[in-house]
């Protein structure tokens, strides 16, 4: 009878991770998505009131949007004192606004949000952590030399302790790290299932509402790159920030997935040193700084991040393969492009790249996907394949068709612009372009490509051909 009623009380389910589809039983493969192993299991209680008998307690009625527009104020922007990550933010941290900051451990994320704490002396803030003791962020905040009066460190895991704490302090700015470590003392299952995970991020999304509390949640991320959880965490929150970066290189960028209140468009870029994360004001000159000179398969490339134009140097290494299969290898790109673009090269200019191993790397670990990048990527691989020395003031901007047609990219005349301002004196661009520019400085540094084989006239032109012993068969390949 006692069993009976306990069965009544709670039920076990199992939801999926990535869709949140429910299930009554578990399955290696979800019947909704098809994704494999993401069902975990949730003790759910039974709806103590049904719908019919809810009253309207607190009074709330539907509101014409005139007058929504006559009451609501201003979006009151507060500035976290690092311009870098207000732009990622679209202008800085808002009022009532929950932003999830996602990264790899060890990325740098408590350092970057103790940094923005210790920035924010206007502003009262209540810096939560699940994970360090007092005397470890006490250790770090002498390390980065933070020191304000208005930061209070709260170590505690338990939710309901928590958020009586948050109403009793009252801050402008509250940093839960992490989200995955809060559990509700009331629900069975142990932290970071998906059930505390939702249970948690609720409490915290319906006080940072009611009291216009601006907050940063900070999530953990899967084996697969994907944030910790439910995916319904992404959806319930404001913002979604993604910290990207190799913990083996010094810069880190700050990327915006979703964002309910500016451009997702933007992106932060820092620099990893000894006293914490120093911003990157002008990333154009810091990621080709230390570009080699006279030397082949290294070519500049132009991506726009938002509003931004940001300079990378790609290299391509084109090498005689000694296994039967040759490797391939895209850092910084995606390998699917890097095929693709192998494939034009050998149907439209007849190269051979199926005897040789291909390496496509991205220095300062940038993340090329724009397609705006295909120019100069094809043109560091003919250089290092026929081993052509680049004038150091090439730059290549535009979009591969598989015909071997050279298209049109957006923001033409910014990346223009930005490439003029870095010194460079010859921009290979689309040919379409140059018809389109109006106010753009430098007009006589474009070179305008048409094709695949324009580009390959211009390269050749613009370089020095070499073939050192061991190579001579690339001569046959001109």
């Not at 507060?78 to 870098?84: F, L, R, V, Y």
């Not at 899967?222 to 929150?237: C, Q, S, T």
């Not at 990207?244 to 290189?249: T, Y």
Request: glycine share 8%.
């Amino acid at each position: 009878m006692a069993a009976s009623q306990n069965s009544q009380k709670e039920k076990t389910v199992y939801v999926c991770t990535e869709c949140g589809c429910v299930h009554e039983k578990w399955g290696g493969k979800c019947r909704e998505c098809g994704a494999w192993n993401t069902l975990e299991e949730e003790v759910r209680a039974p709806v103590s009131k049904s719908l019919s008998s809810v009253s309207l307690k607190n009074g709330k009625k539907s509101i014409s949007l005139s007058i929504i527009d006559r009451l609501a104020a201003s979006e009151s922007r507060i500035s976290t004192g690092i311009s870098e990550f207000d732009r990622s933010l679209g202008g800085g941290l808002v009022s009532s606004g929950v932003v999830l900051l996602s990264g790899e451990p060890g990325i740098g994320k408590s350092t970057l949000l103790l940094q923005i704490a210790g920035k924010c002396f206007d502003r009262k803030i209540l810096y939560v952590s699940g994970e360090e003791s007092l005397s470890q962020i006490r250790l770090r905040a002498d390390r980065l030399g933070i020191e304000n009066d208005k930061l209070f460190i709260f170590c505690e895991t338990e939710l309901d302790v928590i958020i009586s704490e948050i109403r009793e302090l009252k801050p402008d700015i509250l940093i839960v790290d992490s989200i995955q470590t809060m559990a509700d003392a009331g629900l069975s299952s142990s932290a970071g299932s998906i059930t505390q995970v939702r249970q948690a991020a609720s409490a915290f999304i319906s006080e940072a509402k009611s009291s216009d509390i601006a907050t940063v949640l900070v999530g953990h991320i899967n084996k697969d790159g994907a944030i910790a959880g439910p995916k319904l965490l992404e959806h319930m929150v404001d913002a979604v920030l993604s910290f990207e970066g190799d913990r083996s290189k010094a810069y880190r960028i700050v990327r915006a997935v979703k964002n309910r209140f500016g451009s997702t468009n933007e992106i932060g870029m820092f620099e990893m040193t000894r006293s914490g994360l120093s911003e990157v004001s002008d990333p154009s000159r810091r990621l080709i700084e230390d570009s080699p000179r006279n030397v082949s398969g290294s070519c500049s490339v132009c991506v726009m991040e938002g509003t931004r134009p940001i300079i990378a140097e790609v290299q391509a290494l084109v090498t005689k393969s000694p296994f039967p299969a040759p490797r391939r290898l895209a850092n910084g790109i995606d390998y699917n492009r890097m095929s693709l673009l192998i494939a034009i090269l050998e149907k439209r200019l007849g190269l051979k790249f199926f005897d040789r191993d291909v390496y496509i790397n991205v220095t300062g670990g940038m993340r090329l996907d724009e397609t705006a990048t295909d120019l100069g990527i094809a043109a560091a691989m003919i250089s290092s394949l026929r081993n052509i020395r680049f004038a150091d003031n090439l730059i290549a901007i535009g979009e591969l068709g598989l015909a071997g047609e050279v298209r049109m990219v957006s923001s033409i005349e910014a990346r223009i612009n930005e490439a003029v301002r870095m010194g460079f004196d010859r921009i290979i661009l689309p040919f379409r372009g140059l018809q389109s520019l109006e106010a753009v400085s430098g007009k006589e540094k474009l070179v305008g490509v048409k094709s695949i084989y324009e580009l390959v006239s211009v390269i050749t032109q613009s370089g020095v051909v070499e073939n050192p012993a061991g190579n001579s068969d690339m001569d046959k390949q001109e």
